[in-house]
């Protein structure tokens, strides 16, 4: 796959529930994230490269393993603020990734306060750097994607249940699926330009359906009858505190607006139940479930429903090398705030 062609998300086939995830996760991006635990080859890169250009900013950023705190938050001039009366904000990744998809391969293997830092940002929409008494913040709204696999580490508990989403991901595929994926992949392969032009009008639609959900998400409410469905479900799968029931409930939101719906329904609810409590269930209550069969993507108001996702993974290097090195950007001094240093917070 080419850099300034990716793989139209519409076009992709067989992982119905990634797709799924990744839309909520896209409407509403303080969900917290979507976590993906497969093997390799399950699309989980192209997925995520694929959505970010139906994303207002169309950004996709590669995250590194490599990356330091500053190259993630930015950096400060503090010279220059105690001279000039002006702070030199070095933009980092988070910057980069606002309104775009922030993407974090073998995030288990990142350094626990990286990932936390990012879930606190993913939580609030907000990226604030601090340093020495001084602070710079500036939005974040961003997609985070972060994969794993469970052979090469597992991430700890307490961060595990502050993402959002989770969705795990089988490679073996029936052989109607895996020939629609091969057909594709060829055939895109063959000609770039041309097959991402006959997926330009659903790629379009899309685009606008996720433009339209985002805007409606403030006119739909939560009802009595949505926090006893949702109460209930944590409940039974034994879910520690109630970080469940926030993300089931924006993600029921998000789902009902995707599909064109003033209001959260019971299918709403059942079709992001297990995106939320797989990750977050009682091994004992986990052990009394019955397979799940996961819920095709959200359809719109017509009830027409979005072509399901996969494509070979891809591993495509970034751009550039310079992760996090913007030109620094001039921040008045009215705007700097004195706080306490620099440190993870937990909602």
Not at 123 to 144: C, F, Q
Not at 188 to 193: E, G, H, I, L, T
Request: with cysteine; proline share 9%; glycine share 8%.
């Amino acid at each position: 796959m080419t850099l300034d062609t990716p793989f139209p998300f519409t076009a992709l086939h067989g992982q119905p529930l990634l797709q799924s995830a990744l839309l909520l996760a896209t409407v509403d991006p303080l969900i917290g994230g979507v976590l993906v635990e497969g093997p390799r080859g399950t699309a989980k890169s192209t997925a995520a490269r694929a959505l970010a250009v139906l994303l207002p900013g169309g950004h996709f950023v590669n995250l590194p393993l490599s990356t330091s705190e500053e190259q993630l938050v930015g950096s400060l001039d503090l010279e220059a603020a105690l001279q000039g009366g002006e702070v030199r904000f070095r933009p980092g990744l988070l910057a980069r990734a606002h309104e775009g998809v922030l993407y974090v391969d073998e995030v288990n293997l990142l350094a626990d306060g990286l990932v936390d830092l990012l879930l606190d940002v993913c939580a609030s929409g907000v990226n604030r750097i601090e340093r020495d008494g001084i602070s710079h913040a500036h939005p974040a709204r961003l997609t985070l994607v972060g994969t794993m696999n469970p052979e090469e580490g597992e991430l700890r508990p307490q961060l595990l249940d502050r993402f959002g989403l989770f969705v795990r991901l089988d490679n073996v595929l029936p052989p109607a699926e895996r020939q629609a994926i091969v057909r594709a992949r060829l055939a895109f392969d063959a000609d770039p330009a041309a097959f991402a032009a006959r997926h330009a009008p659903a790629q379009q639609a899309l685009a606008a359906r996720i433009a339209a959900a985002r805007a409606a998400l403030p006119q739909i409410g939560f009802s009595d009858a949505d926090h006893e469905r949702v109460a209930a479900l944590c409940h039974a799968a034994e879910v520690e505190g109630v970080r469940a029931d926030l993300v089931m409930l924006r993600a029921a939101r998000a789902h009902a607006a995707l599909a064109g719906r003033g209001a959260i329904d019971a299918a709403d609810i059942d079709a992001v139940a297990e995106l939320v409590l797989t990750h977050r269930r009682h091994p004992e209550a986990e052990a009394g479930q019955a397979p799940h069969t996961p819920p095709p993507p959200p359809s719109d108001a017509s009830g027409q429903q979005q072509g399901t996702a996969q494509a070979p993974a891809d591993t495509s290097a970034p751009e550039d090398g310079n992760w996090g090195a913007l030109p620094p950007q001039l921040v008045p001094i009215a705007g700097v705030k004195s706080v306490r240093p620099l440190h993870a917070k937990k909602p």
